[in-house]
């Protein structure tokens, strides 16, 4: 079994418990006190916090550059990505909150380039993330087996994997080949909508249950366009 999918198999199966035993655990919860017995995760956590904010607050600022560069879908689909990265970001500041620990600082600033170099930017980010922030951290989550963090570092992983396809072909051509990616971009028509669970974000109106968090479709939150620079 590869590295990756060895991992991927520990952590759906960990989820999959969780999942099940998922009453009790609401009823127990992971409540403060708790934080000296997950060391690690709490570390993990603090971690995985501070890059979805990062990500989050770079993605906004994306978002107004792409606005004012007249990229109307390239803006979009930065807001989507920030809004995914924000329910990332709460689901680990919730967790460390059970914990009563605190999130921690994130650096404040952010780098705003113009969008060919911030598109360039987002996808090699995204693909760091799939590639190796996410399976380092759930390895790293391995041995404290705490369900909670495991599941909601699975969320984040997964939504983020769900656009790999579109990003590798970004990280490709954004540079060289702006032009033509930017002008596909804004030749689509697409609504975004994020799923408040996990982050999952799609293209469409959800027509059945979240195909990650497994959640129901009522958890999807249309994301409003940004509005047009004046
Ligand atoms: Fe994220
Ligand atoms: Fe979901």
Redesign the pocket.
């Known amino acids: 079994m590869s590295r990756v999918s060895r991992r991927e198999f520990i952590c759906l199966t960990a989820a999959l418990s969780f999942l099940c035993r998922f009453p009790a655990l609401a009823a127990q919860g992971i409540a403060g006190g708790k934080a000296a017995s997950f060391p690690e995760t709490v570390k993990i956590l603090k971690q995985a916090y501070r890059a979805e904010m990062v990500a989050h607050n770079h993605y906004l600022g994306y978002t107004g550059r792409a606005v004012t560069e007249g990229f109307p879908n390239i803006a979009y689909l930065f807001r989507a990505f920030a809004v995914s990265e924000a329910i990332h970001a709460n689901n680990y500041a919730r967790l460390l909150s059970t914990m009563e620990e605190a999130v921690g600082n994130v650096p404040a600033g952010v780098e705003v380039k113009d969008t060919r170099a911030n598109l360039k930017t987002a996808a090699k980010k995204e693909l760091e993330k799939i590639e190796t922030t996410y399976p380092d951290f759930l390895q790293a989550l391995e041995a404290e087996a705490c369900d909670e963090a495991i599941v909601n570092c699975m969320y984040s992983w997964k939504s983020h994997r769900q656009h790999e396809r579109k990003v590798r072909e970004i990280d490709r051509y954004a540079g060289l080949f702006f032009g033509s990616v930017a002008s596909e971009i804004e030749g689509l028509h697409f609504d975004f909508h994020v ?1 408040g ?2 982050g ?1 974000t799609i293209d469409e109106p959800p027509a059945v249950p ?1 195909e ?2 497994n ?1 129901s479709r009522s ?1 999807f939150r249309r994301v409003p366009r940004p509005a047009a620079s004046g």
């Open positions: 799923c669970v996990c999952s979240c990650i968090c959640k958890h």
